[in-house]
């Protein structure tokens, strides 16, 4: 191993060589010192997050310009869909290799940010609308990325969920829905994995941009959370250095040309900026050259772009969701006479715009995936275009149509590529609405007539109305696969794998039916009124009608469920065990799901997801599967005691295979949490009443009260005077004529009772 100098600290350098360690040097690189016996290297910070795109020539962040081939991996959007935590960190560390190999110390991503909404630009880079799902998923990425030496970039932390404004709009959320929805899963992540940095990103939230918001970067992040690494910018995402430095943002990229160098030394020589902050900021900087000099170089080329193709494929294979399959039309006889209709077919959309852009080392098509894997077998494959992929295409829309349907007769089964165009969705833009293109669905509408066995397969970087659903026997979600995806369509196609995916976001019947509806892509501000009924939380408390449940998907064999049990273990956290049998005829993966409910909770979601493990059984196979429910996922965040608690009381856990499809419940007597609710001079009667020292004081008081109106002429019979009076702030009770609580009196109470416990819940 190449021996290195040490590193210098913070103290041996001067504040401008400290400050110059807080922006980049270039687009890409963080800046070096030089100086004999203070050397600090520079390093390279390239994007994925799904590939690695390492640009040569050119640099920009939108992804404009040319990068190197790198494995085109399946976007988030698909991967997510797996619900394997396995697979996850083996993408990771085939990420990882790859950008060792090219000598890049952080790879920008994942990217865990939650689908508030299926209108975002950027859905596709995101893993799922709960949590969970993109906690588990994440963690299991960046343990690949850093088991490589290279460090993962968390993004982008917080509450980035709409592409319009997205520079300096406000996400204004209330503090139980920002933890519980929108921190949960970045809190995941840095507690089980630690990457080595996290972008901060654009927008403000309630007001304060991310990038200069000390309660997020410093008092969430590091002191609740334990976060050890460094926070980077997104780039462009620095609004006022100074306070940015002094909030926890370490790291400004890409360059400023030294001009946010120069406002933080000038911060310092005048007094405005203590120069410990700056050194702890330098300190991060270095601490990162460290880790990435000492990982330098773990992985040796040349890059097995065969091997990482493959993995591609089997990620892709694992993405695909099978949403319906009446009749058994699938998987296809591989002697069948196959029509392929779609563009999309031969021209795949494979992934997103924007900074994602990946130059893939090799792109398979469905089109020639699935000729191949028919020809072996003695099958036919005739194909249609059947509709135009851009705008300025000149090409007859009726003689495409014409085609498609005389390709449609003449087969046994059509295969239709549907899905949006790729202006359609992009970083930096959000959607307007949910619909394929009308030429798509009228090519859909005379394929049909011209023979009924139709598959759909759908290529969208989010999820897309589907009006024809009850009307055609099967459809095939395909998201975006990357680069392995024409293979791995084929694949399921034609049964060589058994579909496994299974929705990590809800399908809809109507945007209007969408939980941010009324209340996302507005510029300036954004309300997050839906508050924690974000995705299946909201469809399911209204208990209403989704094309698609969260969690959905079929497989070509089917899955039979025993009786549940579970334990409840020393550290706290839940076993349940649950036999799974494949009582199909052919092999395939079952994603079982662990809800849970809490009936002594008001103003919650129905169900919430609490675990999940993937399993893979052989036709007739019995596996017991456990699934881990930890404690800290059962909590719910209580502000006014401004911690996470455990309710005590009934937990109903459902064994299921989405939300909408529960096999089996059982009921947990789980313990709950001691804590403290400080009570104050604005808490209300009903909630003094609630506590246990305070309530009897008050309800001794409130007696003579409460008997004198049972037996008033003018207080109607049956009328609860306390109820009436359970808002009544305690500080107002002075006014109450004979009940003997002055101010004197009030604080007494208050103080007595704050210094009490309670159980939560």
Request: net charge negative; charged share 20%.
């Amino acid at each position: 191993m190449t021996s290195h100098a040490p590193l210098p600290e913070p103290a041996d350098l001067t504040i401008e060589e400290k400050a110059s360690l807080t922006s980049g040097a270039t687009f890409w690189t963080t800046k070096a010192i030089d100086r004999p016996g203070a050397a600090v290297p520079s390093i390279a910070m390239n994007d994925g997050p799904h590939g690695l795109r390492k640009q040569v020539e050119s640099a920009d962040h939108l992804g404009m310009g040319g990068s190197l081939p790198a494995t085109c991996f399946p976007p988030a959007v698909g991967l997510g869909s797996s619900w394997d935590v396995e697979l996850a960190e083996r993408v990771g560390v085939a990420l990882g290799a790859e950008a060792s190999i090219q000598d890049v110390a952080i790879l920008l991503g994942p990217g865990i940010n939650i689908k508030r909404s299926p209108l975002c630009g950027r859905n596709f880079e995101y893993l799922s609308e709960d949590p969970l799902v993109s906690g588990m998923l994440g963690a299991a990425l960046v343990r690949g990325i850093q088991s490589q030496g290279v460090g993962a970039s968390l993004k982008h932390f917080a509450a980035n969920n709409q592409e319009t404004d997205r520079m300096r709009a406000s996400s204004d959320v209330d503090e139980q829905t920002l933890r519980e929805i929108y921190l949960r899963g970045f809190q995941r992540v840095v507690q089980d994995a630690q990457p080595w940095t996290v972008m901060c990103a654009y927008n403000r939230i309630n007001g304060v941009y991310a990038s200069e918001d000390p309660w997020l970067l410093t008092t969430v992040l590091r002191d609740e959370w334990g976060f050890e690494g460094l926070v980077v910018s997104d780039w462009g995402a620095v609004n006022d250095r100074v306070a940015g430095l002094a909030a926890g943002m370490d790291l400004e990229m890409p360059s400023s040309g030294g001009t946010t160098d120069a406002q933080i030394v000038a911060a310092v020589r005048d007094g405005r900026l203590d120069e410990s902050v700056l050194d702890t900021a330098a300190g991060r900087a270095i601490d990162l050259v460290r880790k990435a000099r000492a990982s330098a170089g773990r992985v040796a080329g040349p890059l097995d772009v065969d091997a990482h193709h493959a993995l591609a494929r089997e990620a892709a294979t694992r993405s695909i969701v099978l949403l319906k399959n009446e009749g058994g039309l699938l998987p296809l006889a591989p002697s069948a006479r196959v029509a392929v209709i779609g563009a999309f077919a031969a021209k795949p959309r494979y992934q997103g715009a924007g900074s994602s852009m990946i130059n893939p080392t090799r792109l398979d098509t469905a089109l020639d995936e699935i000729t191949a894997a028919a020809s072996a077998a003695g099958g036919t494959v005739a194909f249609a275009p059947g509709f135009a992929l851009s705008p300025n295409d000149t090409a007859d829309a009726e003689a495409l149509r014409a085609e498609a349907v005389r390709a449609a007769e003449a087969a046994d089964v059509a295969v239709v590529f549907l899905g949006l165009p790729a202006a359609a969705e992009s970083e930096g833009y959000d959607r307007t609405h949910i619909d394929l293109p009308a030429d798509q669905l009228a090519l859909l509408a005379v394929v049909r007539e011209a023979n009924p066995n139709v598959v759909v397969v759908l290529s969208n970087g989010s999820v897309v109305a589907l009006p024809f659903a009850d009307e055609l026997p099967a459809i095939l979600e395909a998201w975006l696969l990357g680069q392995g995806g024409g293979g791995a369509t084929a694949d399921v196609l034609f049964g060589a794998v058994a579909p496994s995916g299974r929705l990590t976001e809800t399908i809809p019947l109507r945007l209007e039916d969408t939980p941010a509806f009324l209340h996302y892509g507005t510029e300036g501000t954004v309300h997050y009124s839906e508050g924690l009924f974000v995705g299946y939380r909201w469809y399911d408390a209204r208990a209403m009608e989704v094309a698609y449940p969260f969690g959905h998907g079929l497989s070509y064999t089917t899955f039979a469920y025993s009786a549940p049990s579970a334990s409840v273990r020393e550290d706290g956290d839940i076993t349940l065990r649950v036999a799974v049998t494949n009582t199909g005829t052919r092999a395939g993966r079952e994603v079982v799901q662990v809800y849970v409910s809490r009936p002594g909770l008001p103003a919650r979601p129905v169900r919430e997801l609490a675990g999940f493990a993937s399993v893979a059984l052989e036709a007739g196979e019995t596996r017991d599967v456990e699934v881990t429910v930890r404690r800290d996922d059962l909590a719910t965040y209580d502000v006014r005691a401004g911690r996470w608690l455990v309710a005590g009381g009934d937990h109903v856990f459902a064994v299921a295979a989405s939300s909408r499809d529960i096999r089996s419940e059982l009921s947990l007597e789980i313990a709950g949490d001691a804590v403290t609710r400080p009570l104050s001079r604005e808490s209300s009667l009903a909630e003094a009443l609630a506590h246990p020292v305070a309530g009897p004081v008050l309800a001794r008081a409130f007696a003579p009260m409460t008997e004198a109106s049972g037996a008033s002429a003018i207080m109607p019979e049956g009328v609860d005077m306390m109820a009436m009076l359970g808002s009544f702030p305690l500080g107002r009770l002075g006014m109450m004529a004979g009940l003997g609580f002055g101010p004197d009196e009030v604080d007494r109470l208050l103080e007595t009772a704050n210094a009490s416990e309670q159980p939560a819940g």
